[in-house]
């Protein structure tokens, strides 16, 4: 069971980091993000070895890093755009099987 918190209201420029915890400890975990009418879109993962791999250049402003002992992922967003507007999902896969978790959304508005 993965639980999200960390979204809220931010104006462009700003700042937000969202947190997930795991009720066990997964091999990777990393977050999504949907828009209404569009498809989920990976952002970032972690491996529990700490090998972050992200999507596109939003590495250029976003940063994931994880708690293996507390079984927690946390995405640190900077420089926010509106068009990062979305819901963000944590999700997590177990190593075998290769099971996929997903967290309840928390809303990311970014306001111009």
């Known amino acids: 069971q993965l639980q999200a918190s960390g979204g809220g209201l931010v104006q462009a420029g700003g700042s937000l980091r969202l947190s997930c915890t795991a009720s066990?400890?997964?091999?990777?975990m990393g977050w999504s993000r949907q828009t209404p009418g569009k498809q989920r879109d990976l952002v970032a993962t972690i491996t529990s070895g700490g090998i972050a791999n992200y999507v596109d250049s939003l590495s250029d402003r976003f940063t994931i890093s994880r708690d293996n002992r507390k079984n927690t992922v946390s995405l640190q967003m900077n420089s926010l755009k509106p068009e990062d507007t979305a819901v963000y999902y944590c999700l997590a896969r177990a190593r075998s099987p290769p099971t996929y978790y997903w967290g309840q959304g928390t809303q990311v508005t970014v306001s111009s």
């Open positions: 066990a400890s997964l091999y990777i």
